[in-house]
């Protein structure tokens, strides 16, 4: 159970070192107590008051690692039930599951063909991550040829798919550092799975047919020292799938019930065949705590709305989205090219750049770092005023870029004008267009003085 500032206080040296940050112990406290603080902060804390605190401030849904590289999913680390409380932390990961019996040609085809589904928004890379491989025939040799192949046609991580351990045994041996999960232990086979997943430090399953049936094998395999673990309720309905993920989230969080604080993995593919149906489901999932959704396949129809709306969800709402502060190149622009600045709100940039993109004009696009507020309300805020733009773009490699002075502000900053004029004499500031839809118009339209 977490522990009050005044707890923790009494567990710390009392030293009021400040080697911390911050001035007092008893402020440590109770920035530790609001998740604010790391108590590897502390270097005087006693190896005993350590453990205590480790264990007390530990989140109440584990972190771990499923899978490796790029496609590698975090999950757990959660905190709250609801996104507006503070935020969620770990995206779910999202799988297409193959049998092993798919014939190899086929495999690598799909391979490639999920490998396919990446998309850009927001400067962000939004793809799938994962591959369930299912067993189908207890078949290990077949399991384990199809495990590597997958690994070598594409870079998405795996699910290992059996509950005979001697079939997940031979795909571990050939693909373990890979960190995939292991799925799944069961009541039958909870040990030759535990001491598997023990021996090659993989995440490893633990699948019941209800929410409490999973309590007796999470605690077995905690006792024999395994930490990293998923949870599989075996619910197969929607209507169940979701009340299971949203008992155990409660369970995790206001319960503390350390048996049931893992990530959870749900089979929208096992609801049923029609993966519109399954895209449906998966849509609730992303908002009701699921770690892992398990799709039958993936198409585009498919894959997009769900990164799209699981962006949404994982997106902090207390901090805005930004890009990062510089000079933008767009359409190859020259020594001769325009010069636009606007805030580093991303969808600002966003838009605005893709409006200068259709212009085909060769342009230069200065990005300001306005704590990622538009341009309108960093005006309102005193981020983006005259003086600031001016020493921004007086700071910059643009000198470099550039042999003329001519910079164009957003239409809906011309109450700058002055002060700018002030900070950059010898530039000529043009009041640029309101819209950013106007602006293809007005770059084919601008000359340079």
């Known amino acids: 159970m977490a522990l009050t500032g005044i707890q923790i206080f009494k567990l710390l040296p009392k030293t009021n070192c400040k080697e911390c940050g911050v001035p007092t112990c008893l402020a440590f406290a109770m920035n530790l107590a609001a998740g604010k603080a790391d108590l590897d902060a502390c270097p005087y804390v006693s190896d005993e008051s350590r453990a205590v605190l480790a264990e007390a401030s530990a989140p109440p849904i584990r972190p771990l690692t499923v899978g490796y590289g790029d496609t590698a999913v975090k999950m757990g680390g959660e905190t709250v039930l609801f996104r507006h409380e503070k935020t969620f932390f770990s995206p779910p990961g999202i799988a297409a599951l193959i049998t092993d019996d798919t014939d190899p040609g086929v495999i690598e085809e799909k391979c490639q063909r999920y490998m396919a589904y990446q998309y850009e928004r927001v400067g962000?890379?939004?793809?799938?991550?994962?591959?369930?491989?299912?067993?189908?025939?207890?078949?290990?040799?077949?399991?384990?040829?199809?495990?590597?192949?997958?690994?070598?046609?594409?870079?998405?991580?795996?699910?290992?798919?059996?509950?005979?351990?001697?079939?997940?045994?031979?795909?571990?041996?050939?693909?373990?550092?890979?960190?995939?999960?292991?799925?799944?232990?069961?009541?039958?086979?909870?040990?030759?799975?535990?001491?598997?997943?023990?021996?090659?430090?993989?995440?490893?399953?633990?699948?019941?047919?209800?929410?409490?049936?999973?309590?007796?094998?999470?605690?077995?395999?905690?006792?024999?020292?395994?930490?990293?673990?998923?949870?599989?309720?075996?619910?197969?309905?929607?209507?169940?799938?979701?009340?299971?993920?949203?008992?155990?989230?409660?369970?995790?969080?206001?319960a503390q019930d350390r048996t049931l604080g893992y990530p959870t993995i749900t089979f929208p593919c096992e609801m049923t065949d029609n993966l519109a149906m399954q895209t449906a489901i998966s849509a609730g999932l992303i908002a009701k705590y699921a770690g892992i959704i398990v799709l039958s396949d993936f198409e585009g129809s498919v894959v997009f709305p769900l990164l799209l709306e699981r962006l949404n969800i994982f997106t902090d709402p207390q901090r805005p989205m930004t890009v990062t502060q510089g000079i933008y190149e767009i359409n190859g622009p020259d020594e001769n090219s325009p010069v636009l600045v606007t805030s580093n709100f991303s969808l600002t940039y966003f838009i605005v750049s893709g409006e200068i993109e259709a212009s085909r004009v060769p342009t230069w696009l200065a990005i300001m770092d306005t704590e990622g507020l538009s341009v309108l309300t960093a005006w309102a805020a005193g981020k983006f005023v005259g003086d600031a733009v001016g020493m921004f773009i007086k700071k910059s490699d643009l000198s470099d870029k550039i042999k003329h002075q001519n910079l164009v502000i957003p239409g809906y900053s011309a109450a700058i004008l002055g002060d700018l004029e002030e900070e950059l004499p010898g530039w000529n500031i043009t009041i640029g267009p309101r819209?950013?839809?106007?602006?293809?118009?007005?770059?084919?339209?601008?000359?340079?003085?």
């Open 435 to 449: 819209e950013a839809a106007h602006i293809p118009k007005f770059l084919k339209e601008y000359k340079i003085g």
């Open 124 to 254: 962000l890379n939004l793809r799938p991550e994962l591959i369930a491989l299912k067993a189908v025939n207890g078949d290990g040799a077949r399991f384990a040829d199809a495990a590597k192949l997958i690994l070598d046609k594409c870079d998405l991580s795996l699910i290992l798919m059996s509950e005979d351990s001697a079939v997940i045994k031979s795909a571990l041996d050939a693909v373990g550092d890979s960190n995939p999960l292991i799925y799944a232990a069961t009541a039958g086979n909870v040990e030759e799975m535990g001491n598997l997943a023990l021996d090659t430090g993989c995440p490893l399953a633990v699948k019941a047919d209800s929410v409490d049936s999973l309590i007796p094998l999470t605690e077995k395999l905690i006792e024999m020292g395994l930490k990293d673990l998923v949870l599989d309720s075996g619910a197969r309905t929607v209507k169940q799938s979701l009340e299971d993920s949203v008992a155990i989230r409660r369970a995790a969080l206001l």
